[in-house]
């Protein structure tokens, strides 16, 4: 399947504007739908601010792609090729939205889930048609980050992860084929960089500023260019051996989350969002990092672009 020619984005949160806006510009009609009119006025914001980095970016727009916004979840689905949901990480709530999804669409239409790590198999055992489910797990922000991870369940069918693979294709991003693992690979990496990183700052090892400049400059500098697959093979895989000899068995290992993060999230200090997180943020200053934030991502991925993948 080339791009769809119509897609249905439940969901106007903070994926599914940026799915939008990335999806209109390779030419497909979409419907944006949320249970919410203030959502979708938000969506809209969000969708010109998108538009604009695309913009930079030099992103093709193929002709006839479009966003219309839609309450309404009936109307959002008519006609829809393909589905995209990326409502909370609820499962309950995915069960609902995707029952409801089922009774308005016909039974080959792909239905994709762009939850961040709850078991395909686990959210499609509700479903009258499983084998059309599979997840689209898109990286935050969407019309950014150029790599999808696209996870089979149990009974999803071969043929719809290869037409999967081939939207994905289609607009130019990478696809990355996974079996079912609970939060599946980018998070799986992420959330192991982060639960050590948590355990440095909560023991004292290195201030927030100084763990953010050694993760930005050493790791995330070399793995922007090299995978850490290849990076073993550049420094040695005998070298890999030694180290994780002895390292391996000191690295943090915890189960729960760490006390620091509840302790702040108790205090109301949840990051960006309220003002207060890990660091403080004055009047202004959040808008100015997240300004900040996409110029970086922007110059990164032209410069990567340029380059031989590794």
Not at 26 to 40: E, K
Not at 60 to 66: A, L, M, N, R
Not at 273 to 279: M, V
Request: charged share 25%.
């Amino acid at each position: 399947m080339p791009i769809p020619a119509i897609t249905t984005v439940i969901g106007s949160g903070s994926m599914g504007p940026g799915i939008a806006a990335l999806l209109a510009r390779s030419g497909s009609q979409v419907r944006l739908n949320d249970i919410s009119q203030d959502a979708l006025d938000r969506a809209r914001k969000v969708i010109d601010g998108a538009a604009a980095v695309l913009d930079e970016l030099g992103t093709p727009s193929v002709d006839g792609g479009s966003v219309t916004y839609e309450t309404d979840l009936r109307a959002a689905l008519d006609g829809a090729d393909f589905v995209i949901e990326a409502v909370p990480e609820k499962l309950e709530l995915k069960r609902t939205v995707l029952a409801q999804v089922e009774g308005l669409v016909d039974p080959s239409t792909i239905i994709a889930t762009n939850t961040s790590g709850i078991p395909i198999t686990t959210m499609a055992e509700t479903l009258q048609h499983p084998e059309r489910f599979i997840g689209m797990h898109w990286s935050n922000p969407p019309h950014l980050i150029p790599m999808i991870e696209v996870i089979k369940g149990e009974q999803t069918s071969e043929e719809v992860e290869k037409e999967l693979v081939t939207i994905v294709e289609s607009f130019g991003y990478e696809a990355v084929r996974e079996k079912e693992k609970a939060g599946f690979v980018e998070n799986r990496v992420l959330y192991a960089v982060l639960r050590e990183c948590m355990s440095l700052l909560e023991e004292g090892v290195a201030t927030q500023q100084d763990l953010d400049t050694c993760i930005k400059w050493g790791v995330g500098y070399k793995l922007a260019v090299i995978g850490p697959m290849r990076l073993v093979d550049m420094a040695g895989l005998d070298i890999y051996e030694s180290v994780a000899g002895y390292l391996n068995q000191d690295l943090d290992d915890r189960k729960d989350v760490p006390e620091l993060v509840g302790k702040l999230t108790a205090a109301g200090r949840l990051g960006m969002k309220s003002g207060q997180g890990l660091y403080d943020y004055a009047e202004g200053e959040v808008d100015a990092k997240r300004a900040d934030i996409i110029k970086g991502l922007v110059a990164v991925r032209k410069t990567l672009s340029e380059i031989t993948p590794v």
